[in-house]
């Protein structure tokens, strides 16, 4: 189970059109990334890291991909995923990040 963070609470909102890619890395690792698109059309993504046990090791908001396709947008999310989930030595930090 992931203990959501603060940054992912921030963010959500459920009625909002949006595709996710969840994925357990092979040391239990969990990654979670999600993009929708706003209101006012731009392509906006949350990216989590979770240890094994839930606990949020880095979680970051992200307000505006200008250009990209929510397609485009969620393969460029879970490759930056997969490189923190994989830092040898990682920065366990929440970011929010906007524009």
């Known amino acids: ?35 929708r698109l706003s209101r006012t059309g731009k392509t906006q993504m949350f990216i989590g890291v979770y240890a094994a046990g839930g606990m949020a090791l880095h979680e970051e908001a992200i307000e505006s991909r200008p250009g990209e396709s929510m397609t485009r947008a969620l393969a460029w999310g879970v490759g930056r995923a997969r490189r923190i989930a994989t830092d040898t030595q990682p920065q366990f930090d929440r970011v929010v990040c906007s524009k």
């Open 1 to 35: 189970m992931r203990n959501r963070g603060e940054v992912f609470w921030e963010w959500a909102d459920p009625t909002l059109h949006h595709r996710t890619h969840n994925e357990t890395l092979s040391d239990g690792t969990y990654i979670d990334v999600q993009v």
